[in-house]
DNA sequence: GGCACCCTGACACGATCGTGGTAGGGTTGT
DNA sequence: ACAACCCTACCACGATCGTGTCAGGGTGCC
C-alpha cells in the first residue's frame, strides 16, 4: 500500500491515530479535519492531517470540549460578523441605561447576512 | 407588583422577552443571561437582563446558532488558555514538515489546567 | 390567613449528537 | 479476476439538549 506515497488511507489513518474510520468521516463532515482525495475518492491523510488528528484528541481529552464545540468555534473563526455580534452581545451587560454608544455606525443592520449557511458547512 | 423597583420578576421578564419562564432558567444555567436576586432568593430582570434577554433571542435566530453554542462562546472568553489552545490547534494545517516552529516555549505543558470546571459553569 | 406568586427538583419527550454497523457498489494490486 | 480494500447512504441506539409540566414548599401582600 503507501509506503511510497506516504499518505495513509482511511484505516491505517484510523489506527494510528487512535479514531475510528467512522469517526474520521464524522471529523471531516464537521470540518475540522479535511484530507485531500485521489483521483478516484479515496481519502489522502497526510501528516499534517495525521498531526491534526491527534492533537484533536488532545485538545478534546484536556479542554473538556466536545467534537460540535470545536465546530463553532472553526465557524467563529471562518464568519467575523458571527464573532463580532457575539462580542457585542457579550459586551451588552453593563449599559443599563439606553444611552447609545455613539461609536457605531447604528445598529439597525448590525448582522446582516443570509442565515443557513449553518448546516451546510461543506459544500458537497 | 413591579411599578416602583422596575425589576421585573420571572414570568414578568418572561412574556415581555418572549422567552417563557422555564426557559429563563435554563439560560441563566447555561450562564449567559443570570440575574441579580431579591433577599430571599427571588429573580430580579433589571433593563439591562431584559436588554440582554431580546438581543440573545436575535442572535440566535440571525445566526442559526444554538444556545450552548453561545455559552461554547462564553466559556472560551472566559478561559483564555482554551481559546489560545483552539487556536494553536487551528493553525496545524500548514505545517506539513515536522518543523518545529521554534519561538514557543515547549509544547510538552502546552495546555496545563484542570479540565473539569466544564459541568460546574455555576458554582451552586 | 389566604391567594397568587416564586423557588428548586424531577419526570417526560421529541430532536439532535456521537458512534457503530451494514448494504450496495467502485478501485487496486497481484 | 478475485480478494481486499475504499466509498456513500442508511438504520440503530444510548446520551444529551431544549422545553414543558408538575409536585412540594417558601414569600408577599391585602
Known amino acids: ?42 481519502r489522502l491523510y497526510g501528516p499534517a492531517q495525521l498531526q491534526r488528528l491527534r492533537t484533536l484528541r488532545e485538545l478534546l481529552e484536556r479542554s473538556g470540549l466536545e467534537l460540535g464545540d470545536v465546530g463553532v468555534a472553526l465557524r467563529l473563526r471562518r464568519e467575523p460578523e458571527l464573532a463580532a455580534a457575539l462580542d457585542a452581545w457579550f459586551q451588552t451587560q453593563l449599559e443599563t441605561e439606553p444611552r447609545r454608544p455613539q461609536g457605531l455606525p447604528d445598529d439597525s443592520d448590525w448582522l446582516a447576512f443570509e442565515q443557513q449557511k449553518h448546516t451546510q458547512l461543506l459544500e458537497h
Do not use: D, F
Not at 2 to 28: F, P
Open 1 to 42: 500500500m503507501s509506503t511510497l506515497t506516504n499518505a495513509l488511507t482511511t484505516a491505517e489513518a484510523a489506527t494510528t491515530t487512535g479514531w475510528s474510520a467512522r469517526m474520521l468521516r464524522y471529523v471531516e463532515q464537521l470540518g475540522l479535519v479535511v484530507p485531500p482525495r485521489s483521483a478516484s475518492g479515496y
